[in-house]
């Protein structure tokens, strides 16, 4: 069965098609609302700095763990509001998942500096997602 079968098992060429084809009495609109709309300049170089850019602190490893699927990652990370600057600090729990990968593929890195010591780690050896260093 594919993902996208629609209620007459024939396949949707979109996920809205197939969801308007389940849908029962016609009432609901199809809106896709997973669709991201466009990025914020501040948004953009945020992420960018960690997860695109060529000075980037995760640079040596962007051959061993795909950085766009993080960067996408930390742009959904980062607050939408208009009235919210996103902060370094926003990117902190995507930049300790993309240092956690790295070390599995055999690339040490470093967390930002910014981003102190009680940020996500995730510790193999246990199975763990732990808050602290101390706590792993």
């Not at 009235?83 to 993309?98: H, I, M, R, T």
Request: net charge negative; glycine share 4%.
């Amino acid at each position: 069965m594919n993902d996208f079968t629609k209620s007459d098992n024939s396949l949707a060429t979109s996920p809205e098609e197939m969801a308007s084809s389940w849908a029962v009495g016609g009432r609901c609109s199809v809106r896709n609302y997973a669709a991201q709309g466009p990025q914020s300049v501040d948004r953009l170089r945020l992420c960018g700095k960690y997860f695109r850019e060529d000075s980037s602190p995760f640079r040596i490893c962007f051959k061993q763990v795909e950085n766009e699927a993080f960067m996408r990652m930390c742009l959904n990370d980062l607050p939408t509001s208009v009235n919210q600057l996103p902060k370094e600090e926003d990117v902190c729990d995507v930049a300790s998942f993309y240092v956690a990968e790295c070390e599995k593929a055999g690339v040490p890195l470093r967390m930002p500096t910014t981003c102190g010591e009680n940020r996500l780690l995730f510790s193999e050896e246990s199975s763990l997602v732990c808050l602290s260093k101390h706590l792993c």
